[in-house]
């Protein structure tokens, strides 16, 4: 497979932005735009590709805060979930929230995903949308099967789950999310979160002390 995976770790919250580059085509995608448009284009040119698509797990601002300058600089269309889009046109007030200061518009979508599973192709780079909300409005994970590994935003990490204590969270919706959409994927696929260090469904599954606890509490 002629697939690559590079990733930048960059804003205030220390969030996971992914270039998938497609090595025989030279194309990429970025999956969530999380600060300094600039370094994200230069870390693709480096590499020899050029970006033909930008993906969002979800609207909390420092997984789109570059959307806007992104797509400006690189022309790629911009696609989030439908259930997301309100949460996007909030981005100036989230930077007042979070940091007492606003922040710049986010890019308008080109597309809004609603079906599920969505295929997303861009030479041999084929992602599956899987619906997973709870951390926040209309959050999407992105499931490569050919590589078996999932883009799960802040959904699922590394022995944690995302918070549920920010506006239009749920936790219960959470780890519905996880347990019907994510766990179901197979032991032997890797994670690759919005934060902290990747991981696999395995390991998830046999030590994430919020995962067993949830299922103690349904037994």
Not at 28 to 53: F, M, N, R, S, Y
Not at 67 to 95: C, V, W, Y
Not at 172 to 192: A, H, Q, T, W, Y
Request: glycine share 8%.
């Amino acid at each position: 497979m002629s697939i690559e995976i590079k990733r930048l770790t960059l804003g205030i919250a220390s969030t996971h932005c992914y270039i998938v580059g497609d090595t025989t085509t030279s194309e990429a995608l970025v999956i969530d735009p999380v600060d300094q448009a600039a370094l994200i284009l230069q870390t693709t040119q480096e590499a020899g590709w050029t970006i033909k698509l930008i993906l969002a797990t979800h609207a909390h601002f420092d997984h789109v805060l570059a959307s806007r300058n992104l797509k400006d600089q690189t022309g790629a269309p911009f696609l989030i979930h439908a259930e997301a889009a309100a949460m996007l046109e909030t981005l100036p007030q989230q930077g007042l929230m979070f940091t007492g200061r606003l922040f710049p518009q986010a890019a308008q979508p080109d597309r809004l995903l609603t079906t599920e599973p969505e295929t997303i192709t861009l030479g041999e780079i084929v992602l599956e949308t899987l619906y997973t909300p709870g951390h926040a409005p209309g959050h999407i994970s992105f499931y490569m099967p050919d590589a078996r590994l999932v883009f799960s935003g802040d959904c699922l990490f590394a022995g944690s789950i995302g918070r549920t204590d920010l506006p239009g969270a749920d936790y219960n919706l959470l780890m519905k999310s996880i347990f019907e959409k994510l766990l179901p994927l197979g032991d032997n696929v890797r994670v690759l979160p919005g934060h902290m260090e990747t991981t696999t469904i395995g390991k998830e599954r046999a030590t994430n002390p919020f995962l067993l606890d949830y299922t103690n509490e349904q037994n």
